[in-house]
Every structure is written in structure tokens, then in C-alpha cells.
């Protein structure tokens, strides 16, 4: 049931992360991440009767706000991420970034996954680092776009990817402190704080928050399937080992890979496939395992 949940939520995460990166090309950054999470709150709030079956602990609370307050931040930067540089690159080491300090957490407090699914976590880490290779320029919009990207690490947007990872592994592991009994609880104290964070922040820089004409739509997309996905991830987190579920929920960015091909022409070497044949050897070896 875990790995199941696991693999809902990295599919789901993966169609946000292509809606938001998409629009975040056309709208600020901040104005991008305030909408689609209050949209997505929406959601959120008419699920909550329903879902509260146990009573909101204050340790519950306290979990989810530090937890959004990571998811927050990785969205900030992997939005921004997203916009400068390539998804097929970005996404991916966003996903090994997150993906490894759930697995190096779960580790240190005693997870012991068996020798299979251990093996197939080492493969999907790997196939995440394949699937971030650069693919030679090929359009002339990507000519134009690379090329001055490749001036700046930072519009590389490697950078962003790494501080998105890393916002994104505290998250994870942050979300299953709460603990098995808590029913929606962090969930709801995540948005709440992920909100007040980026609002805060997009206030005392002054940055826009008004959306774009034509861009309302992607950013309610990517708000909503972000509010599916984190409920997909929580209830994994109730059935599988963290070690293996944030691993599972980590390969998102394969579908934000293939999105990119199919939507934006972003071209794929064969290391790129490579990678994302070994994600699904990866998933069967932690599924039997």
C-alpha cells in the first residue's frame, strides 16, 4: 500500500512541478507559488471533515508548519528552477537531492530495509542522476535560451535544484514525524505555513503577486494536483518505510521529464532513457523487496 501511495504521489508531483515550472516562465515566481497554494487549499479545507478522525496534537502542528516551511522554500526555488533552466535537468536533481536525506534520515534511526529494496533504492538514486543529463541543444528557441544560460551557473538553474532538494528531503522527512495517529492535521499546518512563509517573503521584496493573463488555469493545476500528491505521500508514509517511500515519491521527475518532451520538445539522450528504464527496475526490486 505504501509503494503504491509512494508512486501516486511522485506521478502527481511530477504534473505540478511541469504545470508550475511551465507558468513560472510567463509569472513571477512568488505569484506562481501564492495562487496555486491558495487554490490548492481549497481542496484541502472541504476534505478536512471528513479526513479528521483523530484530534489536531500540537506535535501534529508543529511538524506540519516545519514541514511546510521546507516545502515552501524547495517550491520557491524549484519553480524558479524550472523557469531559467531545463526541466529535463533541474527536476531530476531536485529528485536526488530529496531523495537522499530521507534515505540517509531513515538510516540513521534504525530503518532497515531488506538487501532487495536496498538495492533498488541505490538504482533509483542512480537513475535519477542519469535522467539529469544534459541533452545537446537542438532548436533555435533552445539555442536561445541555453546560450545564456550557460554564461551563469546560477541560470543554469543547478543551484535552485539543489536548495529545492533539499527543502524537499526536510519536508519529507518532516511530514512523517508527525505520526501514523494525526488523521490531515500536518497537512493542513503545512499549507498554513508554507503560505505565511512565501507570503511574507514576496511581501517585503515587493514582488507581484497578481497573475498574468492566461496563467490563472496552470497555476490552479499545479496547486491542486500538489495538495493530491501530499496527501498521497502522508498516507504512504503510514504504510511503508520512509526510507523507500520518499524514494518512490522522489522520482517524480520522470514524468516531468517525459512532459518536457512531449509538451516542450526538450530533446533526451540515451543515458536519459537508460535512467528511466533502471527508475522502473528500481520501483519493481522495492516493490518485491
Known amino acids: 500500500m505504501g509503494v503504491l501511495f509512494g508512486l501516486l504521489a511522485a506521478a502527481t508531483y ?126 533555435e528557441e533552445d539555442v536561445g535560451l541555453v546560450d545564456d544560460i550557460d554564461d551563469s551557473w546560477r541560470r543554469s538553474g543547478v543551484p535552485y535544484a539543489f536548495a529545492a532538494g533539499t527543502g524537499f528531503g526536510l519536508f519529507f522527512v518532516f511530514l512523517d514525524a508527525a505520526g501514523n495517529d494525526t488523521g490531515v492535521w500536518p497537512l493542513v499546518a503545512t499549507r498554513v505555513s508554507s503560505l505565511v512563509l512565501v507570503g511574507m517573503i514576496a511581501l517585503s521584496l515587493r514582488r507581484p503577486v497578481k497573475p498574468p493573463t492566461g496563467t490563472f488555469v496552470l497555476m490552479a493545476v499545479a496547486g491542486i494536483l500538489d495538495v493530491a500528491a501530499n496527501v498521497f505521500y502522508l498516507i504512504s508514509t503510514r504504510f511503508g518505510l520512509l526510507s523507500l517511500v520518499a524514494v518512490l515519491t522522489s522520482m517524480y521527475p520522470a514524468v516531468t521529464v517525459l512532459m518536457a518532451r512531449v509538451f516542450l520538445k526538450e530533446r533526451m539522450v540515451k543515458t536519459q532513457l537508460v535512467g528511466l528504464v533502471l527508475a522502473g527496475i528500481a520501483i519493481g526490486m522495492i516493490v518485491l523487496g
Do not use: C, K
Open 14 to 139: 511530477g504534473v505540478a512541478d511541469f504545470a508550475g515550472g511551465r507558468v513560472s516562465r510567463r509569472a513571477d515566481v512568488f505569484s506562481v507559488v501564492l495562487i496555486s497554494q491558495l487554490v490548492g487549499a481549497v481542496p484541502l479545507a472541504l476534505v478536512v471533515p471528513f479526513l479528521a478522525d483523530h484530534p489536531a496534537t500540537s506535535a501534529a502542528l508543529g511538524w506540519g508548519a516545519a514541514a511546510g516551511i521546507g516545502g515552501g522554500t524547495g517550491v520557491l526555488f524549484l519553480y524558479r528552477g524550472l523557469a531559467v533552466g531545463r526541466m529535463s535537468v533541474v527536476a531530476p536533481i531536485t529528485g536526488v537531492v530529496a531523495a537522499s536525506l530521507p534515505v540517509v534520515f531513515g538510516l540513521a534511526v534504525g530503518e532497515r530495509p531488506g538487501a532487495i529494496s536496498l538495492t533498488g533504492v541505490v538504482l533509483a538514486l542512480a537513475s535519477v542522476v542519469l535522467v539529469s543529463s544534459t541533452p545537446p541543444r537542438e532548436t
